[in-house]
T-cell receptor, first 114, second 111 residues
Framework: AQSVTQPDIHITVSEGASLELRCNYS??????LFWYVQSPGQGLQLLLK??????LVQGIKGFEAEFKRSQSSFNLRKPSVHWSDAAEYFC????????????FGAGTRLFVKA | DTAVSQTPKYLVTQMGNDKSIKCEQN?????MYWYKQDSKKFLKIMFS???????INETVPNRFSPKSPDKAHLNLHINSLELGDSAVYFC??????????FGQGTRLTVV
């Protein structure tokens, strides 16, 4: 069965520091992978996606993620965090068998300190 | 010009009542979803519809009944509401194998 694991429930970084949020997935075929961000009281916004091709994908707001098949990982990175990046981040895998659905990890809450 | 809109944004109701949440998307997507987000922020898919047909029903209690009058709308009816139904419900839509676009959520509180 498909699953997504985000090992870190919450992470705190200083403004201007680099960020890496971890994500591991379990899926039998080549996955569709996504990162979403959710600000308080808001819906989810797509940051970036991986379907195929270049394993390093660029997203909005200066985020990038790297797909590593050998590690079943899709970690999210940002070189310099801004206070406005404080939010909940969700990694997700898209499963296309028997009807497409997106399975989400439990989320990582990012805190940014001045 | 909201892509996925759901109403109401907040819903407070008593146990045992029946309520509905409406969702509309203007993105031309074929697939629509309902997700439930619990108090710990965990997102779980409830239903998936493709061109008005139910594709996925993730063992949701039959008190929850989705209805899709056309592929731009997917409403969620909940009968005999229970305390445990309190959560944020998100509607979303996507192309068949694409990323999902989410509505702003409906915070349901059952008292």
């Amino acid at each position: 069965a498909q699953s997504v694991t985000q090992p870190d429930i919450h992470i705190t970084v200083s403004e201007g520091a680099s960020l890496e949020l971890r994500c591991n997935y379990s899926y039998g075929a080549t996955p569709y992978l996504f990162w979403y961000v959710q600000s308080p009281g808001q819906g989810l916004q797509l940051l970036l996606k991986y379907f195929s091709g270049d394993t390093l994908v660029q997203g909005i707001k200066g985020f990038e993620a790297e797909f590593k098949r050998s590690q079943s990982s899709f970690n999210l990175r940002k070189p310099s965090v801004h206070w406005s990046d404080a939010a909940e981040y969700f990694c997700a895998v898209g499963a296309g068998t028997g009807g497409f659905k997106t399975i989400f990890g439990a989320g990582t809450r990012l805190f940014v300190k001045a | 010009d909201t892509a996925v809109s759901q109403t109401p944004k907040y819903l407070v109701t008593q146990m045992g009542n029946d309520k509905s949440i409406k969702c509309e998307q203007n993105l031309g997507h074929d697939t629509m979803y309902w997700y439930k987000q619990d108090s710990k922020k965990f997102l779980k898919i409830m239903f998936s519809y493709n061109n008005k047909e139910l594709i996925i029903n993730e063992t949701v209690p039959n008190r929850f009944s989705p209805k899709s009058p056309d592929k731009a709308h997917l409403n969620l009816h909940i009968n005999s509401l229970e305390l445990g139904d309190s959560a944020v419900y998100f509607c979303a839509s996507s192309h068949r194998t694409g990323e999902a676009f989410f509505g702003q959520g409906t915070r349901l509180t059952v008292v």
